[in-house]
């Protein structure tokens, strides 16, 4: 792990095992706050409650194996092997118990041959960026897993069930408002087509009743700060309101920070409006379309665009943030493999730097390779590239007899692609193995970063010409009644 056996903050291993000994060893009312036994400044808990119920359910297991894993105080910068493996098991199960699940059932209710069902699922559970994430990393799945959970109820039409699973989801990690707008516009939307004079104003009560009552559930063991200085509080402001972005992630900011040093131009409360009228923007026709013509369809690849548009534009972003884009890339792939696969393996390629530290050479280029050998041969994405099966029938009909090279466009995308493949295969290549120079020790880091910003913004270009220019949401939404 990043930062073992390095004091005095250890790494993403330490915070998950210190979060344990916290909520175990000191009452609730304790955990979000400045105490004598809880300091802040060493891994204070800045995600929603679910997430500090989730470390006291393993610290409670951990208790019963070996009460030193979490000692208080004493338990600081913890290392075992043992230790190690009930915690990577603590991972595996919640795949085993929320992630998983969910990624079979969704894929076995597509309307697809049983064989693609099992390559949709298949390609899901082998993507490279969860894995090495999750378990490289050490990460735990739950809110996207929770977040596929609300997607599925949501595909039956069971939106309250939905609603609930979305705010846990949320509740556990507070960067799934990525996701939060799609999931408000297409349940609105569904409002309206009902009309909010009698079934639609039904149902929109019953969502509100429902999502209230799912955060009061989640809150009320927590008390309301008495403080201005809750962790968590602060936490959850930059991510809402887009203060601070973090150095070599693949996103506007940081990629235009290379020629335009934006913090020595304006001021941070610019930087602010900036960023979230950039971001707002980029959202705002996927939304409309979304609420005016609600459809399952353009639900998903909704989440998909909205998630990449708060990546490239917020100001507060961590490599690890694409994953929340990916997820619902993977409930696409049955229906745009060849882009989908694109897409995947560039959002693992964007966290390169961050895979090297912590020593994922290896499994990063095993689990990419085998991801990408399963996809073409699941799905031939190869031959899955003219405009109809990238979606773009409607768009190419408008710009018949304006754009001439069309018709040669199957031809053009897959040159792209193994372009990018091979850029991202001699950029890996040499992060590992070649040392930069001196006066420019980040670059590879830096031209990582750069190169995967600049797909993910054809991505979001891709993403929402096929949500503008979808026909199939209006014929769609007529079955939403």
């Given amino acids: 792990f990043l930062g073992a056996g390095k004091p005095p903050m250890y790494g993403d291993y330490e915070a998950q095992r210190h979060w344990q000994e916290v909520t175990y060893n000191l009452p609730i009312r304790q955990w979000y ?47 075992s092997q043992p230790h190690k493996l009930f915690m990577r098991t603590t991972v595996f199960v919640a795949d085993l118990l929320v992630y998983i699940p969910a990624v079979i059932l969704y894929c076995f209710s597509l309307k697809e041959t049983s064989t693609k069902k099992k390559a949709s699922a298949l390609c899901i559970l082998l993507y490279p960026g969860l894995i090495l994430i999750d378990h490289g990393h050490f990460q735990y799945p739950l809110s996207l897993g929770f977040a596929l959970w609300a997607v599925l109820c949501l595909s039956y039409d ?54 209230v009552a799912s955060f009061a559930v989640c809150w009320l063991p927590n008390p309301p700060p008495p403080k201005p200085h809750c962790c968590y509080t602060h936490n959850i402001t930059n991510y809402l309101f887009f203060f601070f972005f973090q150095d070599k992630v693949a996103n506007v900011w940081c990629s235009l920070s290379l020629l335009i040093k934006i913090k020595n131009i304006v001021s941070s409360q610019t930087q602010l409006k900036l960023s979230f009228a950039v971001t707002f923007l980029s959202l705002l026709p996927t939304c409309i379309k979304l609420t005016v013509q609600p459809s399952l369809r353009g639900f998903k690849f909704a989440l998909v665009s909205c998630a990449l548009s708060f990546f490239l534009f917020s100001y507060q972003v961590h490599e690890k943030s694409i994953l929340l884009a990916s997820l619902p890339v993977c409930l696409i792939i049955n229906e745009i493999p060849f882009m989908a696969t694109w897409f995947l393996l560039v959002s693992t390629f964007s966290m390169l730097p961050l895979l090297l530290k912590d020593g994922l050479l290896l499994a990063y280029t095993v689990t990419m390779l085998a991801s990408l050998s399963v996809c073409v041969a699941s799905f031939s994405i190869f031959e899955k590239t003219s405009a109809e099966d990238l979606q773009l029938k409607q768009f190419s009909l408008s710009l018949k007899g304006y754009v ?42 830096v031209t990582v970063s750069v190169i995967s910003c600049l797909h993910f913004l054809l991505f979001l270009v891709y993403f929402n010409v096929v949500i503008l220019w979808d026909s199939k949401n209006s014929r769609s939404q007529k079955k939403i009644s």
């Fill in 33 to 79: 706050f400045n105490t004598s036994d809880n300091n802040l400044l060493y891994w204070g808990l800045d995600y929603p409650p679910l997430t500090a119920y989730h470390s006291f359910l393993c610290a409670y297991i951990a208790k019963l194996i070996n009460p030193d894993w979490i000692a208080l105080h004493t338990s600081r910068g913890y290392e």
């Fill in 404 to 445: 001439s090279w069309f018709k040669s466009f199957p031809k053009i995308v897959r040159s792209l692609f193994l372009l990018s493949i091979t850029l991202m295969g001699i950029l890996s290549l040499m992060s590992a193995v070649v040392h930069p120079p001196q006066r420019l020790p980040d670059l590879f880091p």
């Fill in 158 to 211: 069971w939106d309250l069930l939905g609603s609930v699973a979305f705010c846990l989801a949320l509740n556990y990690k507070q960067m799934e408002l990525y996701h939060s707008l799609p999931f408000f516009c297409y349940l609105l939307g569904k409002c309206f087509k009902k009309g909010l004079k009698g079934k639609g104003l039904v149902l929109l009560m019953k969502i509100a009743g429902t999502v």
